[in-house]
């Protein structure tokens, strides 16, 4: 097992109360697997991806553990942390468009980063330059400043930088989403052959298109207000959906290959519930065309056929 | 790149000019007759007046058409020769502005680069730390908000009138006169340390609260986020934050230039400290309309060059600007 998560909560300090904004998330990733992470916008997919490398100061590790290769990471503490960015888990954040310093050359960026890190220069630089030919970038970006890159540009960039020391996971926040839909097509792809060429040993990738996912994720993991809902192989979660939200997530989509973004709200009634006083019991019961009495239950997110995982009490039984 | 250097430059030369002809205009058009002002103080024979009253609007060039008043001003302008001041008869205004210069260079150049310089690097520490936070920022509060007059007769009060620590008034002891010596340096850095000071303090408020705002705010951005996921120590985070935020301090001090002088000028005045602020204090109560003239064109040429320099300097500093100017181009 590459990762490892068990009971992983996470809230965010707000000043009308904690935003339960990752609630007992537990899963593993095996070594070489792609795993999309899909749900509707704020149901804390990106809030997940960021604990498991860097919490912000509003965030609040309120329990959990993480694995990864069989260490315990100390996604808790800030400084302990450190060591294991970048070197052994990586991000590429929701907003990588601005994520490079606007002030200085890309190039000199990336080597006062690795100098500080206290990473020999020599060889890095050098696979720098070779990856950013594999992403379709010409050498002298390193030359340039980034306001001198487009968005898609600006994406390779961060995706080649953050993945550069050949991280075993990789966490790609929306890495497709300000990008258009060949542009999209292309960078998902890179994803891939990141992993096929052994940059990075696994991925998660974190999107609002479901499309993007059927073609490139091994697994599927679907939240739902904070609390896993549904993790399986792509194609079972596509065709053969346990819990009831994905399958409303799946059948809004007119067929796959389309951005179920922007169809989503018409797709499935109701919102989704604040974060702040979820509901007790199951957190979709409010939406849910099955829900019953037991629904007041917290539902485990277990197994329900081999290899698919559900937090559902219609599934289990 | 040139173009942009251009256009800008042409922009100062443009306020140059106006600027220059205002104050052309200003004692012109201004009530009251200088020259005979400056007989009154003579008090001259009646006789004697009507002789003397050509003689100096022939000197002082009052004899002919105004339009060829103004054309002769610009020429004796590029001559460096500013006329002759009236209290002062005949002495030149560029010798009496040359004799005050460097006394309020002395206490602008070290005032200005000193508070930047310090102002920035205390804000920038107190944004990291809450203590330095809380001491740090109120007094700033209080001491930006304070004019530099005031602060002044503070700091002349307690220090010079109640303490005794330093002296009231004057750059350098009464027995002394300017040399290079250590006596005379000695006492003249005994004289320049409390309008130094007034100066000092106040733009140091102000530009310790700008940073410390400035550098929360880069902190929080998307870049330095980044650099943290990436486990950048916090030394390369906070210096990268440091760097993005000076840029807007360093606009600021350019729009800080005409007030931190007109500061110079009134802290002069509650020191007597001999620089061009208690020339143009003695100049307007003399009504020394050239003198006046002399002084005002000194300090707009001074900060408009000062704004100049800044605004080329922000080229080299921001890509952006740089970026921009090729998208404009
Ligand atoms: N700094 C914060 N303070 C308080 N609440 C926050 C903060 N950041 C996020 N949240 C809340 O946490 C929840 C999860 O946010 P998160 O960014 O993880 O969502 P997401 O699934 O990534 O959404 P999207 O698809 O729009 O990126 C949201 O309900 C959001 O309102
Ligand atoms: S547990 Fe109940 S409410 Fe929740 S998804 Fe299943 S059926 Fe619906
Ligand atoms: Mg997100």
Redesign the interface.
Known sequence: MSLKVDGLTVYYQSLRGDVKAVDGATFEIADGEIMGLAGESGCGKSTLGKSLVRMDARMRYVDGRVELDGKELPVWDDRKMNPYRFKHVSIIPQYALSALNPTRKIGTMATELLASRDIPLNGVVDEFKRRLKIVGLPEDVLERFPIELSGGMKQRVVMVLSSLLDPSLLIADEVTSALDVSTQRAVSELLVEFRDRGFVKSMIVITHDLSVLYQIADTILVMYAGKLAEKAPAETVVHAPAHPYTRMLISSLPEVGVRYAEKRLIGIPGRPPSLLEPPTGCRFKTRCPLAFEKCAEEPPFVEVAPGQAAACWKATA | MWRYLFRKVSIYVVTFVVAVSIDWAIPRFMPGDPIQGLLSRMQAQPQASEELTSFYTEAFGFDVPLWKQYLNFWAALFQGDLGLSITNYPIPVTELIMGALPYTLALLVPAILLSFWAGNKVGALAARRKTLDNTVLPMSYVLTATPQMWLGIILAWVFASSLALFPVSGAYGFALQPEWSVEFARSFLHHWILPFSALFLVAFGGWAIGMRNLIIYELE???S?????????T??VRK?AY??AL?PQITGLALALGAVVAGAIVVEIVFSYPGLGTLTLNAIENRDYFLIQGIFLFLITGVLIANLVIDIAYVF????TR?GMQGGA
């Open positions: 951005a998307d870049y986020n980044y650099l943290a996921s990436l486990g950048a120590p030394r390369l990268y760097r993005n840029l500093i921001d890509p952006r970026v």
